[in-house]
């Protein structure tokens, strides 16, 4: 790397550096913006979770959505993995099954964006802990 | 774009680093690497995450789960289950002493909540020697803007503008300080950032230089342009190698991207910064006998004025301030002077970092607004004194500072206010003392520490502090007189009003401050030849009870020097004359029978 020579250049480098810490500053405040868990349990990577993980998190950024993706264990839909759950802030978390890079990208561009609800969707069968305290 | 999707940032502060994070970092980049996840996850070591308490700790980011006193061998764990099936591991976690609950991420842990960090803003979050993580995060961005969108003057206001006051401890205003030695016309100026911190259990200025150095490099070069100078120099004490270490590469990267050195991003300014090590003395953080002891000479301060900013380093204008309020720099300027002032006090804007340590269940390191109050520091981000006993007092400003007890708890802490109380600022260490402690035993241990640290230049504080450090172990010993006290607080007075520096015009401050709070306690000392705390060896006296006494002999086993006599199932007896009063009879004993008077 050489030497920075202008404030421009150092502007240049900083957009280009800041997606490598960026995710630290946004966990901070996962409640702000639209969170993704992707069921990532043996049944699930076997089922394709680690490539829908890797194409969510490269296609959010490619369309410029803020967004925090972190996995979690087995959901327990191991009939319609991979399973991935959304929560757009404001509104009460959604589980989405068998959702493969086409699926991904349904949701992303029509649930996340828009708001639209699609086709996919597991109904909750069970309360958390969290929940019932 | 980033190929990573998990980052474990796991600290590697002096004190995690000494509970064997080191290897933490090892055996995770091992794991991740067996798992085949080298592109997936990445380790980062980054500088502390001020809850020394529970150290190590691994952070695991996106789900901002929080490990605590995490062991080399749980590296398998973490990876096997966390990183790869995404489970949590529970044991790890930490436990809320209170509500009996796990926490799983900093958010939520009462440590973090009241905090607001602008000085520690990267110390946890990124790779202190990685500077493009630095820039990453907005790293001299400030310095940038400063050179080629402000005069030196407007830079100068901006930071007088925002109030922000030295921390150091003075509490004098870091812009007006900055103004004295720009208006000063000379050929060579230097910017001096005192990093010789001496305050007993204060550790703020090392923690930043180790998990943000580069925010020092970048302030003293924003220093360097407002005032006119293109030397810095970092006046840091040997004993802190790790953050030598972590400041030469910070410096060393600066210079390589051309952020130190000749024509710093274009704009024709030059500064450069080199270290001089302190070997430890305390005096040496008094501005002028750090500038002496820079210069070659005895580490002894000298009368101000001449202040430094007219007449410093080599006869040079030099300004001099401290690692924590350069850390505050680089944010004022980006963020602007308005925003800096509206957080904090009245009288004082912004944040301050304080050390806890003593009898406090969370020790560690805490950045505040100025003005919360001590019970919001102590209980709330403390999690209180520890083992549940009852708070006595806090000693604020290390041994130049004073005592604040039960009734300052709801006082605003900012400088006025302490100062008011009767303690003072300082650099922000903290120790929390409980009915344990003995109040004169504390005066002492400070005055010890003074008495070891005084330069000897002056008669008060050489002399005047070695008297009071008699009078205070004549009394410890049992020997005090009630005209004692009048003493201490005559001497006491003298040495604050004739001493030279600033070590000695603070140094009886313990003393004083015990006195006037806890007077009972020198009571007890002199008049009952008592120490209400059992603290002090001399005034205690070990009995037995013969009521509780079965007579099991235990005590007696368990005695080292034999002053324990009686026969079995026959009430014992201590031999005061004998017994050293070391408390193995005490530990022994199963039915209480062995108490102090």
């Known amino acids: 790397m050489g030497k920075i020579k202008t404030l421009a250049d150092l502007r240049k480098m900083r957009e280009k550096l800041k997606s490598e810490t960026d995710l630290r500053d946004k966990s901070e405040h996962p409640e702000d913006m639209v969170q993704i868990k ?49 929560t757009v802030p404001g509104k009460e978390p959604i589980v989405f099954g068998y959702v493969d890079e086409k699926k991904a990208n349904e949701i992303i561009e029509r649930y996340i964006k828009n708001g639209e609800l699609v086709e996919g969707i597991i109904p909750m069968n069970y309360r958390s802990i969290e929940e019932t305290k | ?43 980062v070591t980054t500088g502390c995450f001020g809850f020394c308490e529970k150290g190590p700790i691994v952070k695991i980011i996106p789900d901002n789960t929080f490990y605590v006193q995490v062991k080399p061998e749980d590296a398998r764990e973490i990876v096997e289950e966390h990183i790869v099936k995404g489970r949590k591991v529970e044991r790890l976690l930490y436990h809320d002493p209170d509500k ?45 803007k400063v050179l080629s969108e402000k005069t030196p003057e407007e830079a100068i206001k901006l930071i007088k503008d925002s109030g922000l006051r030295g921390r150091g401890g003075g509490g004098f205003s870091t812009g007006m300080k900055w103004e004295l030695a720009a208006k000063n016309i000379s050929d060579e100026k230097y910017v001096v ?29 924003i220093c ?66 750090l500038i002496h002891s820079m210069e070659g000479s005895r580490g002894e301060p000298t009368m101000k004025p001449p202040f430094p900013s007219d007449s410093g380093y080599l006869g040079k204008p030099t300004t001099v301030n401290n690692v924590e309020t350069f850390a505050n720099i680089p944010v004022i300027i980006n963020k ?61 400003g290390g041994p130049s500072g004073g005592c604040l007890t039960e009734k300052h708890l709801d006082t605003p802490i900012d400088y006025d206010n302490l100062i008011a109380a009767g303690s003072m600022m300082g650099s922000g260490g903290m120790v929390v003392m409980d009915e344990d402690d003995c109040m004169v035993d504390v005066a002492k241990f400070f005055l010890d520490f003074t008495v070891e640290e005084s330069c000897g230049k002056c008669a008060p504080c050489r002399i005047g502090n070695k008297r009071l450090h008699e009078i205070l172990e004549k009394i410890t010993k049992g020997n005090g007189t009630p005209e004692d006290i009048t003493r201490l607080i005559n001497l006491g007075t003298v040495i604050k009003d004739t001493s030279l520096c600033g070590l000695g015009q603070s140094s009886p401050n313990p ?18 030849k008592k120490c209400p705390a059992g603290v002090c060896k001399a005034l205690m006296k070990y009995e037995i009870v013969d009521e509780n006494c079965v007579g099991c002999t235990a005590c007696a086993r368990a005695c080292p020097v034999g002053a324990i006599t009686g026969e079995r199932k026959e009430i014992h007896h201590i031999d005061t004359s004998l017994c050293i009063k070391c408390g193995a009879c005490i530990d022994r004993c199963k039915f209480n029978a062995v108490i102090i008077k």
Not at chain 2, 8 to 22: M, Q
Not at chain 2, 195 to 216: K, N, Q, Y
Not at chain 2, 369 to 378: A, D, F, Q, S
Not at chain 2, 522 to 527: D, G
């Open chain 1, 38 to 86: 992707v069921a990532m349990a043996t049944c699930c990577i076997a089922s394709g979770s680690r490539e829908t993980m890797n194409y969510i998190v490269d296609e959010l950024e490619k369309r410029n959505v803020d967004a925090v993706v972190t996995q979690t264990g087995c959901m327990g839909y191991c009939y319609a993995e991979p399973t991935v759950e959304v």
């Open chain 2, 1 to 43: 774009m980033s190929g990573y999707k998990i980052h474990l940032l796991v600290c590697g502060g002096t004190g995690c680093k000494a509970s064997l994070s080191t290897a933490v970092v090892e055996n995770l980049n091992h794991e991740i690497k067996t798992q085949g996840l080298d592109d997936f996850a990445q380790v």
């Open chain 2, 100 to 144: 009996e609950t796990i926490v799983s991420d900093s958010k939520h842990m009462n440590f973090y909540k009241k905090q607001v960090r602008i000085a520690l803003r990267n110390c946890g979050v990124i790779d202190p020697e990685n500077i493009d993580e630095y820039i990453a995060r907005d790293g001299y961005k400030a310095l940038g």
């Open chain 2, 193 to 221: 950032c005192n990093a010789d911190e001496g305050d007993p259990g204060a550790f703020m200025d090392r923690s930043i230089l180790e998990g943000d150095p580069h925010t020092v490099v970048e302030a003293m070069a």
């Open chain 2, 224 to 289: 360097g342009y407002s005032i006119g100078s293109n030397y810095g120099l970092v006046y840091i004490r040997a004993e802190y190698p790790l953050a030598i270490e972590r400041l030469k590469t910070a410096i060393k990267q600066a210079r390589d991207y051309g952020l130190l050195g000749n024509n710093i991003l274009g704009t024709g300014f030059k500064f450069d910064i080199e270290l001089r090590y302190g070997a430890g003395a305390f005096v040496c953080g008094e501005e002028t006998a």
């Open chain 2, 336 to 396: 602007g002077a308005a925003w800096f002032s509206s957080i904090g006090s009245e009288k004082a804007k912004g944040t301050k970092v304080f050390a806890l340590a003593g009898k406090i269940n969370n020790v560690g390191l805490i950045e505040v607004p100025m003005g919360i109050t001590l019970r919001e520091v102590i209980f709330e981000i403390g999690g209180g004194i520890k083992n549940g006993k009852k708070f006595k007092a806090v000693q604020t």
């Open chain 2, 511 to 528: 003393v004083l401050a015990t006195i006037n709070n806890f007077m009972d306690e020198y009571t007890a000392h002199i008049e009952d």
